[in-house]
């Protein structure tokens, strides 16, 4: 398919309505906690599920085959009151690649800041431009922020309405006295992933996340060679942010997200580019250089 039908079969999808984004799978996990209900942990899984797969998050409609596919893990370490729950929530969000049963990686994150206020069968509210809940918040702030990531694997820069609300969200929590909202708490949390990915300086996070995928991964299946050079350019990008800002969140979640991807499309790639993607890959993500030695193995 040509990059013209490619972007105007997008471009449809976009303009026909609106309708549920995304397909969420959530589990949560108590088996930290002894001794009290696991009813609770049930009611809270459905009403998230809810909450994350029922709403409609943007003004576009949907088909689903369409939606797209997350996960939500909340692994509850503690609960220090009977609606006060303190846990780590994996996020992760995948994506199709063209003309292939495979789905590739965007995004995958553990947030350990998470505290949640869970009044069993209570209604779940988010509104936009108030601070209701942190749960909902949370929620809503990676609704939107995995949204727009996968917009910006399709279109360069297209997540920006998404990442827009996100923000709002993050500036309308920094009233509040729950973590993983501000600057000074960590450089690992939900504003530095925002931040990371909005910044100019760090454009290159962003043009990976459309070049590798639409120009790199899609076109594999027409034209293996010609996608896997496109993906080693990619590298390039993410070379030059770690030359400029070394440590970025979003940085290594790139890394974390696609190692194993890396090592198997550069695995199958001529001698030159094999050498080029792993000296790339060992200055972008240095303390995994003997998992991508394992790409000269092959």
Same mark, same amino acid.
């Given at each position: 398919?040509?990059?013209?039908?490619?972007?105007?079969?997008?471009?449809?999808?976009? #303009?026909?309505?609106?309708?549920?984004? #995304?397909?969420?799978?959530?589990?949560?996990?108590?088996?930290?906690?002894?001794?009290?209900?696991?009813?609770?942990?049930? /009611?809270?899984?459905?009403?998230?599920?809810?909450?994350?797969?029922?709403?409609?998050?943007?003004?576009?409609?949907?088909?689903?085959?369409?939606?797209?596919?997350?996960?939500?893990?909340?692994?509850?370490?503690?609960?220090?009151?009977?609606?006060?729950?303190?846990?780590?929530?994996?996020?992760?969000?995948?994506?199709?690649?063209? @003309?292939?049963?495979?789905?590739?990686?965007? $995004?995958? $994150?553990? %947030?350990?800041?998470?505290?949640?206020?869970?009044?069993?069968?209570?209604?779940?509210?988010?509104?936009? !431009?108030?601070? %209701?809940?942190?749960?909902?918040?949370?929620?809503?702030?990676?609704?939107?922020?995995?949204?727009?990531?996968? $917009?910006?694997?399709?279109?360069?820069?297209? !997540?920006?309405?998404?990442?827009?609300?996100?923000?709002?969200?993050? @500036?309308?929590?920094?009233? /509040?006295?729950?973590? !993983?909202? +501000?600057?000074?708490?960590?450089? +690992?949390?939900?504003?530095? =992933?925002?931040?990371?990915?909005? @910044?100019?300086?760090?454009?290159?996070?962003?043009?990976?996340?459309?070049?590798?995928?639409?120009?790199?991964?899609?076109?594999?299946?027409?034209?293996?060679?010609?996608? +896997?050079?496109?993906? =080693?350019? /990619?590298?390039?990008?993410?070379?030059?942010?770690?030359?400029?800002?070394?440590? =970025?969140?979003?940085?290594?979640?790139?890394?974390?997200? +696609?190692?194993?991807?890396?090592?198997?499309?550069?695995?199958?790639?001529?001698?030159?580019?094999?050498?080029?993607?792993? @000296? =790339?890959?060992?200055?972008?993500?240095?303390?995994?250089?003997?998992?991508?030695?394992?790409?000269?193995?092959?």
């Amino acid at each position: 398919m040509s990059k013209f039908l490619l972007t105007a079969l997008f471009a449809l999808i976009l #303009l026909t309505g609106k309708g549920q984004e #995304l397909l969420c799978n959530v589990e949560v996990n108590s088996q930290q906690v002894q001794g009290s209900d696991r009813r609770v942990y049930e /009611t809270m899984r459905n009403a998230i599920y809810d909450f994350m797969n029922n709403r409609a998050w943007t003004n576009f409609d949907y088909k689903q085959n369409e939606r797209i596919e997350c996960s939500i893990l909340i692994n509850v370490t503690d609960r220090p009151a009977s609606n006060l729950f303190k846990c780590d929530m994996t996020i992760a969000v995948r994506r199709p690649v063209f @003309n292939s049963s495979y789905n590739t990686v965007l $995004f995958n $994150f553990i %947030d350990r800041d998470v505290e949640i206020n869970y009044i069993e069968n209570q209604p779940m509210t988010f509104n936009t !431009g108030m601070f %209701d809940e942190n749960l909902t918040s949370i929620l809503a702030f990676y609704a939107y922020f995995l949204i727009g990531l996968d $917009f910006d694997s399709f279109v360069m820069e297209g !997540g920006d309405p998404y990442y827009e609300e996100a923000l709002n969200i993050v @500036n309308l929590a920094q009233n /509040t006295d729950y973590k !993983g909202w +501000k600057s000074m708490e960590s450089n +690992k949390n939900r504003y530095w =992933l925002l931040e990371n990915i909005t @910044n100019p300086s760090y454009n290159g996070l962003r043009r990976f996340y459309y070049e590798y995928h639409l120009k790199g991964l899609d076109i594999m299946y027409d034209n293996a060679d010609g996608g +896997k050079k496109a993906m =080693l350019q /990619t590298l390039k990008y993410l070379q030059e942010v770690k030359k400029a800002r070394p440590g =970025l969140v979003m940085l290594q979640v790139i890394s974390d997200s +696609k190692r194993d991807e890396f090592v198997n499309v550069f695995s199958e790639a001529t001698s030159a580019e094999k050498t080029e993607a792993v @000296n =790339l890959l060992k200055e972008i993500d240095p303390s995994n250089t003997m998992t991508y030695q394992k790409i000269l193995q092959k």
